[in-house]
């Protein structure tokens, strides 16, 4: 090594920080970011900025984790950089919000460096991803299913995370840390397999792919940078594709035509403009979703207007010659059946009657001198019924599932309550403690609206 910043100086200067800045280094203690940390530290002197570190206890190895924490404190003491500590519950938080143990620790990870970087100005975040984080990232990518922006790995700059050494491989990093005498210590989950998909794949798949060419991860990453151009190319033809969109409240629409004009390529990242247009963003617009609103626009032989029901209530109509996003008004939370009093309830109106009418559901009547409060509210996910010949009691969210019944029409599906306690939701059935006995029954017609039904 010639220069303590070498290594680093292959990243573009714009994404480096500039005279005078500050920058937060995210460090584990690891090789990778022990090499960043030093880089940075002289780059910043250089410039007459300044380095700060953050490190994150994740909480996971016991006493490990905490050794980690003690020698990232030492070596900061020793060089002069500030540290700021952070600790989570990994574990805690995988299980409240429904994520895996990498998952979660990964969002409690970039909360605390966001978290750390505003209180310290709003610095810019520099990560230690190498070639190798890339390359990995492209693969896992590719295994689990993906499309262009995931073939492009990794960002260099987004959201205040860069990432400078993107074009250096592990190799160059050991290389920089044997020259300079660069301290670190390894976490021994890395060299396990079996921990994290990550593992396996850096552990088994790597190394024979490299048996292939012993630069594969270097070539995978640079291929991914190029497509990071394309990707990003065919963004701005999107969105100056998508300029002329009429823009309202819950209400966006553009000519059918400006789609069935552009590449195709380009038309899903339209439509994902669209959504952005409309405030819902693009979480949950699956290439399902938009590969069923392209198909209402360019199979002819179809219904003068044709709709389609998308998550987070949104509405896709083609009508004369025009695609229409638009939010749908909320279902109320809860409201109050009265006996034979109609009431409008999202898309269906239903009506408590003391005998079976039309479609519906049948519940157990009140007992007798009792009037017990009937409510309609939407169907909860995590809400549970025992339904007659079934398997003990089953979430709504799981029900729906078997009987393919998507989100977006779950969310609208009508509860119905006895007492705040759910009775019933229709199109599942009624719970067994609710089930009627007799001929006399608690029936609640339901009506859908033909419009809804067409959806």
């Known amino acids: 090594m010639t220069a303590r910043t070498e290594l680093l100086e292959r990243c573009p200067p714009q994404f480096l920080p500039q005279r005078g800045q500050a920058a937060l280094c995210a460090v584990s203690g690891g090789l990778d970011s022990m090499c960043l940390l030093f880089m940075l530290d002289a780059w910043c002197k250089r410039q007459g900025g300044r380095i700060a570190a953050a490190h994150f206890n994740h909480q996971l190895r016991g006493a490990a984790a905490d050794r980690d924490e003690s020698f990232v404190r030492e070596i900061c003491a020793q060089w002069n950089i500030p540290l700021t500590v952070g600790r989570g519950d990994v574990q805690g938080f995988a299980k409240r919000e429904g994520q895996t143990i990498e998952e979660a620790a990964r969002t409690l990870r970039y909360a605390f460096l966001r978290r750390t970087a505003e209180a310290e100005g709003g610095l810019w975040i520099y990560t230690a991803h190498h070639a190798g984080d890339n390359a990995e990232t492209v693969l896992l990518n590719l295994v689990r299913g993906t499309g262009l922006k995931g073939l492009a790995g990794m960002e260099r700059q987004r959201d205040g995370i860069c990432r400078p050494l993107l074009d250096v491989t592990r190799a160059e990093l050991e290389d920089c840390a044997a020259a300079w005498e660069i301290p670190h210590i390894e976490d021994e989950t890395n ?43 065919l963004e701005e033809d999107a969105a100056a594709r998508t300029a002329y969109a009429e823009v309202r409240n819950g209400r966006v629409s553009l000519s059918a035509d400006a789609l069935l004009h552009a590449p195709e390529a380009v038309r899903p990242r339209m439509l994902l403009h669209m959504f952005d247009l409309l405030g819902v963003g693009r979480r949950d617009m699956g290439a399902v979703h938009l590969s069923a609103i392209l198909d209402l626009i360019c199979r002819p032989g179809r219904k003068p207007e044709r709709r389609l029901s998308l998550p987070h209530s949104v509405t896709a109509r083609c009508c004369r010659g025009e695609l229409v996003l638009e939010t749908q008004p909320q279902a109320p939370a809860e409201v109050r059946l009265l006996p034979g009093r109609p009431l409008r309830w999202g898309d269906c109106t239903l009506v408590l009657l003391d005998r079976p009418e039309g479609e519906g559901l049948s519940l157990r ?30 979430s709504v969210k799981r029900l729906c599932l078997d009987r393919r019944i998507p989100p977006e029409e779950r969310d609208r599906l009508p509860a119905i309550y006895v007492e705040g306690k759910l009775a019933a939701v229709w199109r599942l059935g009624v719970d067994a403690e609710f089930l009627p006995e007799g001929n006399t029954v608690r029936f609640i017609k339901i009506i859908k609206d033909r419009e809804a039904d067409e959806t």
């Open 365 to 394: 009547p009140s007992p007798q001198g009792q009037s017990s409060a009937v409510t309609v509210a939407p169907a909860p996910p995590g809400g549970r019924l025992a339904l007659s010949g079934g398997r003990g009691r089953r």
């Open 191 to 233: 060299t396990d397999p079996d921990t994290a998909s990550r593992n396996f794949l850096r552990l088994r798949i790597m190394p024979l792919l490299e048996e292939l060419n012993p630069r594969a991860a270097e070539h995978i990453s640079r291929t991914a940078g190029q497509l990071r151009c394309i990707d990003r190319t």
